[in-house]
């Protein structure tokens, strides 16, 4: 059972808790990022690095996916002047 107020008793219960050691150095930098206001906590600045390294490499993994797909089956000759055409309309409709 948990002896903390509600809020920290669920916060708890929904989130992993990860624990590891970094140098001195990128500590006095996590530690510059918070005294700049930056970040709250060295855990918000951990979970931002986190999440960034995971979305980058969701990024890329389905941008390496769409290339396979090009590769195993590309664009017909028909299919490329089409997006041309289209490419080009959509630039002369701009603004510019």
């Not at 930098?29 to 951990?46: C, H, K, T, W, Y």
């Not at 960034?52 to 002047?81: F, H, M, N, W």
Request: charged share 35%; glycine share 6%; with cysteine.
């Amino acid at each position: 059972m948990c002896d903390a107020p509600r809020n920290a008793c669920r916060y708890a219960e929904l989130m992993s808790q990860l624990v590891t050691r970094i140098d001195d150095e990128m500590a006095d930098a996590i530690d510059a990022l918070i005294a700049s206001g930056e970040f709250a906590s060295r855990s918000d600045v951990v979970r931002e690095g986190v999440a960034r390294l995971v979305d980058e490499r969701r990024r890329r993994a389905t941008g390496e996916q769409i290339i396979a797909g090009y590769d195993r089956l590309p664009e017909s000759p028909d299919e490329l002047r089409q997006a041309e055409v289209a490419a080009r309309a959509m630039i002369g409709d701009e603004p510019w």
